[in-house]
């Protein structure tokens, strides 16, 4: 499938959906056109690639655009299965406890993580931080349970949840300048932490993965911006 293949990926460089698909298409070994969008001046293409939502990351295959980041996982997974690693487990039990992980990532992890980033009161930005550590804390015995005792969620290799967890971590790299407190370390999330060193590691990491601070940056700008927005 993957010979002639035509892959175009709409995305911004600091988007962390983005980095998801990024990854995934590096692991593969996947070729794609990086089309970089403007989120403040949107693309025909774009516009016209995802009518529903207006979003990015958009991946395009073969002039048929697909839509949001775990979606489009499933679909590299499924379109690629004989290229690179599969993301998904063959059992079915356990290809849903890896969309159970990622379905909580995604609402457990990064809605309280947008709130103690966004917060413009000091309670509303401790509960925020609260949820996001317990979440954090959830997810540390998850990569026990997952892992059974391997080196990544999918076991001997990279699969859905790390990527889709791999995906944020630039972010949660930064969280401790941004939000000010850091998500992992030794004493609670020991093996959370081990396996930032793993994934950080991987080639596949190193091409998909924006510079920490130069996000940290680009985020804390974004953030003034929103906050001027909504005063104004
Ligand atoms: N649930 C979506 C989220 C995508 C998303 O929020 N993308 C942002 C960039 S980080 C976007 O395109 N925002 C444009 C807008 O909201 O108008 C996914 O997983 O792909």
């Not at 988007?15 to 056109?33: D, I």
């Not at 970089?36 to 995802?50: I, V």
């Not at 004989?82 to 379905?103: C, H, Q």
Request: proline share 5%; net charge negative.
């Amino acid at each position: 499938m993957a010979g002639e293949d035509e892959l175009k990926l709409l995305g911004t460089w600091a988007s962390p959906w983005v980095f998801r698909v990024k990854l995934a298409l590096h692991l593969k070994g996947l070729s794609y056109e990086n089309i970089e969008q403007d989120l403040d001046n949107k693309s025909d293409l774009l516009l016209a690639s995802n009518p529903v939502h207006k979003k990015v990351p958009i991946l395009i295959h073969n002039g048929k655009p697909i839509c949001e980041s775990v979606v489009i996982l499933e679909y590299i997974d499924d379109a690629y299965g004989t290229v690179g690693p599969s993301f998904l487990p063959v059992d079915p039990y356990e290809r849903a406890i890896a969309r159970f992980w990622v379905d909580y990532i995604d609402e457990k992890l990064v809605i309280p993580w947008k709130v103690a980033f966004t917060a413009d009161g000091e309670e509303e930005k401790t509960e925020g931080i609260k949820q996001m550590l317990a979440a954090v804390h959830t997810l540390e015995g998850a990569l026990k349970e997952c892992s059974k005792g391997k080196p990544f969620f999918g076991g001997d290799s990279v699969g859905y949840v790390d990527i889709a967890l791999g995906g944020l971590l630039a972010f949660l790299q930064g969280t401790e300048e941004l939000c000010g407190t850091k998500p992992f370390d030794i004493a609670n999330t020991p093996l959370l932490l081990a396996w930032v060193e793993r994934f950080t590691a991987l080639d596949a990491a190193k091409v998909a993965l924006p510079d920490v601070s130069k996000l940290v940056e680009f985020a804390k700008m974004r953030r003034a911006q929103m906050a001027l927005s909504i005063k104004k």
